[in-house]
């Protein structure tokens, strides 16, 4: 079975300053993970994704993450946020194997301060 | 091009009472997944459809059933509503239910509170 630890439950930051929001996995298999990011009265929205190949995954709205195997790690980090970031963000993982079940964290509430 | 619609958006039960929430995927997806989202945590994985054939189901009672109809739709059942059926409902498509590795896109789910 998979599992996802979301260290921070809210993360408070300043306007166009730099964030990461922490994201930890457990499983026996390999992995495939992601990003969800949800915003308020919506359903999730696919943020980015690491299936396999470069370690370093990029979205359209300048936030990455980057797979470290060896800490069972996929955290998300943006240079400069911007008030629309202001969203509930959920990591998720899922296997190679069984049925299509994904496992997400709690959620961590980015909350950018004007 | 239209995305996963889900029906109805609010709905508020009694306890005891049965609900049914319906689910449209985007064109051309053919797995749906529903799950539950109680406030203040993450979804939480119930059942995913495919090809009409239930491939998997989490861990709730058999209170709880679904189903997917040729046009690849789908509807959640709940019967004997409790308190702590109280939750945000959603329901996503994927194009092809048998790669892990292919996305979910979700709708914008089914608030559902048991009074």
């Known amino acids: 079975a998979q599992s996802v630890t979301q260290l921070d439950s809210q993360v408070p930051v300043f306007e166009e300053a730099p964030v990461e929001l922490r994201c930890n996995y457990s499983s026996s298999v390999s992995v495939y993970l992601f990003w969800y990011v949800q915003y308020p009265n919506q359903g999730l929205q696919l943020l980015l994704k690491y299936l396999s190949g470069s370690t370093l995954v990029e979205s359209i709205n300048g936030f990455e993450a980057e797979f470290n195997k060896s800490q069972t790690s996929f955290h998300l980090r943006k240079p400069s946020v911007h008030i629309s970031d202001t969203a509930e963000y959920f990591c998720?993982?899922?296997?190679?194997?069984?049925?299509?079940?994904?496992?997400f964290g709690i959620g961590t509430k980015l909350q950018v301060i004007p | 091009d239209a995305g996963v619609t889900q029906s109805p958006t609010h709905l508020i039960k009694t306890r005891g009472q049965q609900v049914t929430l319906r689910c449209s995927p985007i064109s051309g997806h053919k797995s749906v997944s529903w799950y539950q989202q109680v406030l203040g945590q993450g979804p939480q994985f119930i059942f995913q459809y495919y090809e009409k054939e239930e491939r998997g189901r989490g861990n709730f009672p058999d209170r709880f059933s679904a189903r997917q109809f040729p046009n690849y739709s789908s509807e959640l059942n709940v019967n004997a509503l409790l308190l702590g059926d109280s939750a945000l409902y959603l329901c996503?498509?994927?194009?092809?239910?048998?790669?892990?590795?292919?996305?979910?896109?979700f709708g914008n789910g089914t608030r559902l509170t048991v009074t």
């Open positions: 998720a993982v899922t296997t190679s194997g069984g049925y299509q079940k994904v496992t």
């Open positions: 996503a498509s994927s194009l092809d239910g048998d790669r892990n590795n292919s996305p979910l896109h």
